[in-house]
């Protein structure tokens, strides 16, 4: 079992920045892709931002050019720089691996999610 744990969600005045971490914790023996969803309530949870284990990033055009996806692939965690934050990127946000067993299962996770709002 591998558990995730996000934090950094906050209150924050549009334009403002934010920094979401993610720790990746337990039986690891492999993670592939990291990733940042979020979900609003009455809609369906949305892929915000993604990168590979070799460092290929993906971003939902909304976001890019404002935020930044990382990861420490020594420490098992994933961060999100959220910068010029605007209203409509409140949400909960959701931490995502995509973990592979020595028996090369691949294993789905999620965290329990941040709430990040961005006032107007």
């Known amino acids: 079992q591998v558990q995730l744990v996000e934090s950094g969600g906050d209150l924050v005045q549009a334009g403002g920045s934010l920094r979401l971490s993610c720790a990746a914790s337990g039986h690891i023996f492999s993670i592939n892709t990291m990733a940042w969803y979020r979900q609003t309530p009455g809609k369906q949870r949305e892929l915000v931002a993604s990168?590979?284990?070799?460092?290929?990033?993906h971003y939902v055009d909304s976001v890019k050019g404002r935020f930044t996806i990382s990861r420490d692939n020594a420490k098992n965690m994933v961060y999100l720089q959220m910068n010029s934050l605007k209203p409509e990127d409140t949400a909960v946000y959701y931490c995502?691996?995509?973990?592979?067993?020595?028996?090369?299962?691949?294993?789905?996770?999620w965290g329990q999610g941040t709430q990040v709002t961005v006032s107007s």
């Open positions: 995502n691996i995509i973990h592979r067993t020595r028996w090369n299962e691949y294993q789905n996770y």
């Open positions: 990168i590979t284990n070799g460092g290929t990033t």
